[in-house]
């Protein structure tokens, strides 16, 4: 299976500032990689398809990049309810599998 | 407007089958992939597999020998079987439908979860 590692597991940031998790595979996923929003009781949400896709309705201070093994989230100028932890995807190979999350606290 | 709803039993034994339906509005399942994720305390978000718009199935090799997705594609529901339970299966069971873009068919929207408790 592939593994996904994702960094850092927690993260503080402020109002405005712009924050990058990370996804790292264990293999080549080719872009196969989607990046998710969950907030506490809530289902995750997708923000991020094929690496660089943008879902629709998903505000454009969310970005993603990234190639091979080595991928991002960018989130611009950070709002309260950018609150929630993340989580990446790999969709290239079965199983597919998720990254273990990154907590996104703002101060 | 998209709608899935899990509804399932709650509380299982160890070692019964755990039965969950997902009822869906707003599409038509012979459009789209019907995903099936679980979130545990112990391992986290897991993928589980999907029933194809065609009706095949993939299964995570994890759950392959105790796992079953079907649906009935007349009352619009879809449905997760998995027999012999542990209490590491304790966890929330969401259905979700996949994209149908010709890159990805990662799901895209969801249900609210069941929550699943196995306990004697």
């Known amino acids: 299976d592939i593994q996904m590692t994702q960094s850092p597991a927690s993260l503080s940031a402020s109002l405005g500032e712009t924050v990058s998790i990370e996804c790292l595979a264990s293999?080549?996923?080719?872009?196969?990689l989607a990046w998710y929003q969950q907030k506490p009781g809530k289902s995750p949400q997708l923000l991020i398809y094929?690496?660089?896709s943008l879902q629709d309705g998903v505000p454009s201070r969310f970005s993603g990049s990234g190639s091979g093994t080595q991928y991002s989230l960018k989130i611009n100028s950070l709002e309260s309810e950018d609150a929630a932890t993340y989580f990446c995807?790999?969709?290239?190979?079965?199983?597919?599998?998720f990254g273990g999350g990154t907590k996104l606290e703002l101060k | 407007q998209v709608q899935l709803k899990e509804t399932g039993p709650g509380l299982v034994q160890p070692t019964q089958t755990l039965s969950i339906t997902c009822t869906v509005s707003g599409f038509s399942l012979t459009s789209y992939y019907m995903q099936w994720v679980r979130q545990t305390p112990g391992k986290g978000l897991e993928w589980m597999g999907f029933?194809?718009?065609?009706?095949?199935?993939e299964y995570n090799s994890e759950f392959k020998s105790r796992l079953s997705i079907s649906r009935d594609t007349s009352k619009n529901q879809v449905f997760l079987k998995m027999n012999s339970l542990k209490t590491e299966d304790t966890g929330v069971y969401y259905c979700?439908?996949?994209?149908?873009?010709?890159?990805?068919?990662?799901?895209?929207?969801w249900g609210q979860g069941a929550s699943v408790t196995v306990s004697s």
């Open positions: 094929y690496a660089s």
């Open positions: 995807l790999q969709d290239s190979e079965y199983p597919w599998t």
């Open positions: 029933i194809r718009s065609g009706g095949s199935t």
């Open positions: 979700a439908r996949g994209l149908t873009t010709r890159v990805s068919y990662v799901m895209d929207a």
């Open positions: 293999e080549d996923i080719y872009n196969n």
